[in-house]
């Protein structure tokens, strides 16, 4: 799928509904859980720069959903990556 603005065209990739990345409940507008943006990995800058190299949008390597049971846990761990802030969670 190919968008045009005024200033650039963007070709969106796939992005990830709103599904909690620890026990799949689905997270609808009155759940207090959130998407939640881990530290950032050498891979994770190097997608950011291929996507704004492509003219792509999508979803980050380096976020998650988070339903409100696990949205505070993981909101403590952000300053990890999200493969460790995961194995924090699910220990």
């Known amino acids: 799928m190919i968008y045009i603005t005024a200033y650039k065209t ?3 990739t796939k ?3 709103p599904y909690c990345s620890i ?3 689905f997270i609808d507008q009155n759940d207090e859980g959130g998407l939640i943006y881990f530290k950032k990995r050498k891979s994770d800058i190097e997608w950011e720069k291929r996507m704004e190299r492509e003219g792509m949008v ?3 390597p380096y976020a998650a ?4 049971e696990h949205y505070q846990q993981a909101k403590k761990l952000s300053n990890l990556t999200i493969n460790q802030a995961f194995e924090k969670i699910k220990e």
């Open 10 to 12: 963007f070709q969106f």
């Open 15 to 17: 992005m990830k509904p």
């Open 23 to 25: 026990c799949d409940k």
């Open 65 to 68: 959903w988070f339903c409100k």
């Open 58 to 60: 999508g979803h980050p």
